[in-house]
């Protein structure tokens, strides 16, 4: 069972990493803030670590001060997975927005989306990645602003419909951490449903979350197993009848396999060698098809009242080199000789 949940949880983090094709969003730990843990969530394409805690409404310099207080010494406590590794490359901050390539002279509800030079012809509105929770919203997440490029209003599946592996992202405004050029008293703002970027006045009372620069090396599922291959054993029968001292044939069958080291070998079982051991003293070794299968044969004696353990045990193909292989017990059954 164990080698089970750690099969599943390292084929989602695989599943997690493949997605960096487009944009990964992975949690890589938690931070204990004001005596609670919450997730930090690393996005690949923006280089940004995200802290999942919703800093609750106020004007825009007080959350531009909560930001920059979360670097103080002893505010944040880091507690990262086994094997993740995190290069910061800067202080923690409210999310930013590039205003260098919008055009402030048209429209603020603009929805056709960049030119082929990432400019837009508007300043305001949807389907704008120019701040990071636009990219967030859009790109990371895959969620759709309510217009569409081609103008549709609303466009089908519009909203945050999407918001894994985050567990704090309620809708509406966010502030972002720059001030918006044309007028000093205001900053942008996105909206986290309508997918819309904005500005305002920075004495509105809007949330925020904090994000930080950095690059991190990923967990190595393969390369962090500490677990033996899973499988089962059956005795057929399980129960000999009658009781009388004669020897009975029972077949054992079942499979043994270890995905991890599938993953790493390319193929195969993932099993260097398997093992029944019955009744404590008799080893038989297994030959494994190539779905991992076997069936064996064994002569046990019709002892009344007696029980007979059967236990499979494997090792996997993990290199020396790498802390391998793993070996253990991987599943048991009995025999049992009615009265």
Known sequence: MKKSI????????????????????????????????????????????????????DNWNNQMSWAAGLNNPEVLTYNLYPGIKVTWGGDWRLPSTDESVVDFSGSSAGYQGPDETGHYSYWA?????????????????????????????????WGLKNVWPFKTLPTGHYWSGTEWSPGTTAAWHFHLDWGSLGGGSKDFNL???????????????????????AGAVHAYPNVIWPPNNKMVTVTLEGYV?????????GGGTGVSSAYLLVDGNRTIPLSLNEQGGFSVTVKMKAKKGAV????????????????????GLVDSTYIRVDN
């Not at 992975?26 to 204990?32: E, L, R």
């Not at 990219?135 to 759709?144: D, G, P, R, V």
């Not at 309510?146 to 609303?154: F, H, K, L, N, Q």
């Not at 979350?209 to 599922?221: G, N, S």
Request: hydrophobic share 40%.
């Open 125 to 157: 509105g949807y389907n704008m990645t120019n701040s990071e929770m636009g990219h967030l919203y859009y790109e990371s997440l895959m969620n759709k602003g309510y217009v569409a490029i081609d103008g549709t209003e609303p466009q089908p599946g």
């Open 308 to 327: 007979y353990n059967v236990e499979l045990h494997a090792t996997d193909t993990k290199p020396a080199a790498d802390g391998g292989p793993n070996s």
């Open 6 to 57: 750690v099969i599943l949880c390292a084929m989602i983090l695989i599943l997690g990493v493949g997605r960096m094709a487009g944009a990964a969003l992975t949690p890589i730990g938690t931070a204990s803030y004001l005596g609670s843990n919450y997730n930090l969530i690393y996005e690949d394409d923006q280089h940004l670590v995200w802290l999942d805690y919703l800093k609750t409404p």
């Open 257 to 265: 396999k270890d995905e991890l080291s599938i993953a790493r070998d």
């Open 207 to 229: 949330p925020v979350l904090a994000v930080r620069t950095a690059d991190v090396v990923p967990f190595d599922p393969i390369k962090m197993d500490t677990m033996w291959p």
